[in-house]
């Protein structure tokens, strides 16, 4: 069942599930956290690093393989039953495909929350964005003044519209519902354990590692989409501040949208004491965080414009 009739208008099942997936983010946002299956798999996460962390350091990094293997069996698990309960019953089974493959972006969540920084920021409330902050950034937002905390939301939104965005679409066009809950459950595991520090060096070792690998292309074609809605702004200083700056982030992959989205707007996005983009440019101000959101949001309707019709285009050759 790779076509249905939608109206009497044959459409490829995968455009259906994503169009569908993208219509219930941006109408409902984020699922609860009791109906949330990336929020099942942190629960899972948590309860296999709590064993890990009680055996011998010794095979920590053994555990976080076995960490990933579980995690990623049943995420591909979860795909190939669902494809196969749509076959059977394809209402059910495409309306649930949506809402998983819904679970592993979120377009409306990333806009929503940096979005609500520029309020407090507008309203010179710091204490509340910084507060608000933290549903952004794992960095310590105590003390930061309003330049820095604009730059840190610009940053956040960009190098998000990667790991929340691009990659799941991508690796659901590519490989399928399966590939983008795989995708998720590592992105989720690094998220959860893939931190340079004593307690999760070892056990979250192989799940950095992978999250690195699998946003490695995405991240290098963010610059293809997020080029687009530069062009609005200006895109000539956005290629050449990501082809200078793309590698001061540690992050193999983060740079790249960071530092595309700091010379698209004209301005300087710096996380003191670990790398400054755009470094000619003045520090951003509260509307460029509208203008990031607007160029995040772009990108995404560009990005599953090009999959809806790239689909299509296999299906009907």
Same mark, same amino acid.
């Given at each position: 069942? $790779?076509?249905? @009739?939608?109206?009497?208008?044959?459409?490829?099942?995968?455009? &259906?599930? *994503? /169009?569908?997936?993208? =219509?219930?983010?941006?109408?409902?946002?984020?699922?609860?956290?009791?109906?949330?299956?990336?929020?099942?798999?942190?629960?899972?996460?948590?309860?296999?690093?709590?064993?890990?962390e009680?055996?011998?350091?010794?095979?920590?990094?053994?555990?976080?393989?076995?960490l990933?293997?579980?995690?990623?069996?049943?995420?591909?698990?979860?795909?190939?039953?669902?494809?196969?309960?749509?076959?059977?019953?394809?209402?059910?089974?495409?309306?649930?495909?949506?809402?998983?493959?819904?679970?592993?972006?979120?377009?409306?969540?990333?806009?929503?929350?940096?979005?609500?920084?520029?309020? $407090?920021?507008? @309203?010179?409330?710091?204490?509340?964005?910084r507060?608000?902050? &933290?549903? *952004? /950034?794992?960095?310590? =937002?105590?003390?930061?003044?309003?330049?820095?905390?604009?730059?840190?939301?610009?940053?956040?939104?960009?190098?998000?519209?990667?790991?929340?965005?691009?990659?799941?679409?991508?690796?659901?066009?590519?490989?399928?519902?399966?590939?983008?809950?795989?995708?998720?459950?590592v992105?989720?595991?690094?998220?959860?354990?893939?931190?340079?520090?004593?307690?999760?060096?070892?056990?979250?070792?192989?799940?950095?590692?992978?999250?690195?690998?699998?946003?490695?292309?995405?991240?290098?074609l963010?610059?293809?989409?997020?080029?687009?809605?530069?062009?609005?702004?200006?895109?000539?200083?956005?290629?050449?501040?990501?082809?200078?700056?793309?590698?001061?982030?540690?992050?193999?992959?983060?740079?790249?949208?960071? =530092?595309?989205?700091?010379?698209?707007?004209?301005?300087?996005?710096?996380?003191p004491?670990?790398?400054?983009?755009?470094?000619?440019?003045?520090?951003?101000?509260?509307?460029?965080?509208?203008?990031?959101?607007?160029?995040?949001?772009?990108?995404?309707?560009?990005?599953?414009?090009?999959?809806?019709?790239?689909?299509?285009?296999?299906?009907?050759?």
């Amino acid at each position: 069942m $790779d076509v249905l @009739e939608v109206v009497g208008v044959p459409v490829p099942m995968p455009v &259906l599930v *994503l /169009v569908l997936a993208v =219509a219930i983010d941006l109408v409902a946002g984020e699922m609860p956290n009791t109906v949330h299956p990336v929020v099942w798999l942190g629960t899972l996460i948590y309860r296999i690093t709590g064993w890990c962390e009680r055996t011998d350091k010794r095979y920590h990094r053994i555990c976080g393989l076995v960490l990933v293997l579980i995690c990623v069996s049943c995420a591909a698990t979860t795909g190939v039953l669902l494809i196969l309960l749509a076959e059977r019953h394809s209402l059910i089974g495409i309306v649930l495909m949506a809402y998983f493959l819904k679970s592993t972006f979120s377009i409306r969540s990333l806009v929503s929350s940096s979005n609500l920084i520029y309020r $407090d920021l507008f @309203e010179n409330d710091i204490k509340s964005a910084r507060k608000d902050l &933290l549903s *952004l /950034v794992s960095r310590d =937002a105590g003390g930061l003044d309003e330049p820095k905390i604009a730059s840190a939301a610009i940053e956040s939104t960009a190098e998000n519209y990667v790991d929340s965005i691009l990659s799941p679409v991508l690796y659901f066009a590519v490989f399928g519902l399966p590939g983008a809950l795989v995708y998720k459950a590592v992105n989720t595991l690094d998220s959860m354990v893939g931190y340079k520090n004593e307690r999760f060096y070892a056990i979250g070792f192989a799940s950095a590692k992978l999250d690195d690998i699998a946003n490695w292309i995405p991240a290098r074609l963010s610059v293809i989409f997020i080029l687009m809605p530069s062009f609005r702004f200006s895109p000539g200083s956005a290629l050449r501040v990501c082809l200078r700056d793309h590698a001061l982030p540690a992050s193999p992959n983060s740079g790249y949208p960071m =530092a595309m989205v700091a010379g698209a707007l004209g301005c300087r996005l710096k996380k003191p004491g670990h790398y400054v983009l755009g470094r000619e440019y003045p520090d951003p101000s509260p509307h460029h965080i509208l203008q990031a959101n607007r160029i995040v949001m772009l990108a995404s309707f560009l990005l599953v414009a090009v999959v809806v019709v790239a689909v299509v285009v296999v299906q009907y050759p």
